[in-house]
């Protein structure tokens, strides 16, 4: 595996689980790069010296450091598997990998617009070439993509998540876990929670707005470049609990009554729905993110505008808790998914 991250995402745990899963299931796994999570399950990994993970702030400079970067595929050791994580390591390094043993990437959300998107997509397309397949976490992944890499190449396997970490508590055991876990002036309330990186592209605002017009209290669980303006928009309202990153997230859910899911335009099957969704929460989303047809399967409600979550729907929707626990389990659970993966590889091999 190739891959260098340093932010703690939804690829970055999607790196780690299929990591740590064909290594349960006897294969030797190594990690050329970096990627939070992964020496902390034990796996090994080795440094490759490539540059930080591309963005449209370190593409320009990313693009002048590929000759180097592609010379530095020498050191990868002999595989019969490559398997690329991010842009940079699909665009850069397949070609020269190649040539040594099948390529297989995964797609994690839709195209990205804009001139960045379009020159992305003019590299993709010529490394798409050399790949021997491409995992898309969703249908709509797949058809961004089948103009410029072909059908053949395609293969869907949805996001998974470990459900085993994932509960629909007691309503005594909910009690305890919240006066262990949130705000005293929690307590009592109707609490919706949101667990996520927060990016600015999510537009998370939308949670906060949607949790006040409800009356409900928000835990805000989860870091990234955006708290602080979201922090701002709050105000110091008691009625919003910041967290900062947690690893109990499980738990936090647990003791939570529903989730709010904001998406950007990129995602494809959001996780945290899928982790909602087993810890029994009905969830609420926003009309047009990519995802929102999981919340149909999981039980949930979704809505055009914060306004429209009132105190009185935010109430009825709490009849649907646990009604999304079996679709979870049964079409988004590790053990089918790592299968999934474990067959494409070897049909790469044939």
Not at 160 to 167: E, F, L, P, Q, W
Not at 185 to 195: E, S
Not at 243 to 250: A, F, L
Not at 320 to 326: E, H, K, N, Y
Request: charged content about 25%.
């Amino acid at each position: 595996m190739v891959s260098v991250s340093d932010t703690a995402g939804g690829a970055e745990a999607h790196t780690v689980a299929l990591g740590r899963g064909m290594r349960d299931r006897g294969h030797d796994i190594l990690l050329y790069g970096r990627c939070p999570g992964w020496e902390e399950r034990g796996l090994s990994r080795r440094e490759i010296g490539l540059g930080p993970k591309w963005s449209r702030r370190t593409m320009a400079a990313g693009l002048l450091r590929v000759p180097l970067e592609r010379h530095r595929t020498q050191i990868i050791a002999d595989s019969s598997i490559y398997y690329l994580q991010f842009k940079r390591e699909q665009i850069a390094l397949t070609a020269p990998l190649s040539r040594r043993a099948p390529v297989v990437w995964t797609e994690h959300g839709r195209w990205m617009g804009g001139a960045a998107g379009r020159l992305l997509l003019a590299g993709y397309a010529r490394a798409a070439e050399h790949v021997s397949r491409v995992v898309c976490v969703s249908a709509a992944v797949a058809a961004d993509l089948e103009p410029v890499v072909g059908r053949d190449k395609l293969v869907v396997i949805p996001n998974s998540i470990d459900t085993g970490r994932y509960a629909a508590p007691s309503a005594e055991t909910r009690a305890a876990l919240r006066r262990q876990l949130l705000p005293s002036r929690f307590h009592d309330r109707r609490v919706a929670v949101l667990a996520a990186r927060l990016h600015g592209a999510k537009r998370h605002h939308r949670a906060v707005a949607a949790a006040l017009a409800s009356g409900s209290a928000l835990l805000v669980v989860g870091d990234g470049p955006d708290r602080e303006r979201l922090e701002r928009l709050s105000a110091g309202n008691p009625d919003v609990h910041f967290t900062g990153h947690r690893e109990d997230v499980p738990a936090l859910l647990a003791a939570s009554d529903f989730y709010l899911y904001c998406g950007a335009e990129t995602d494809g099957t959001p996780t945290c729905v899928l982790e909602a969704a087993a810890a029994g929460l009905p969830v609420v989303a926003f009309d047009g993110d990519p995802g929102t047809e999981l919340v149909s399967r999981c039980g949930g409600l979704v809505i055009g505008d914060p306004s429209e979550l009132t105190a009185e729907r935010a109430a009825a929707i709490l009849e649907l808790r646990g009604s999304g626990v079996a679709y979870v389990e049964q079409q988004h659970g590790r053990e089918n998914w790592l299968a999934a993966y474990e067959r494409t590889f070897g049909e790469c091999l044939r």
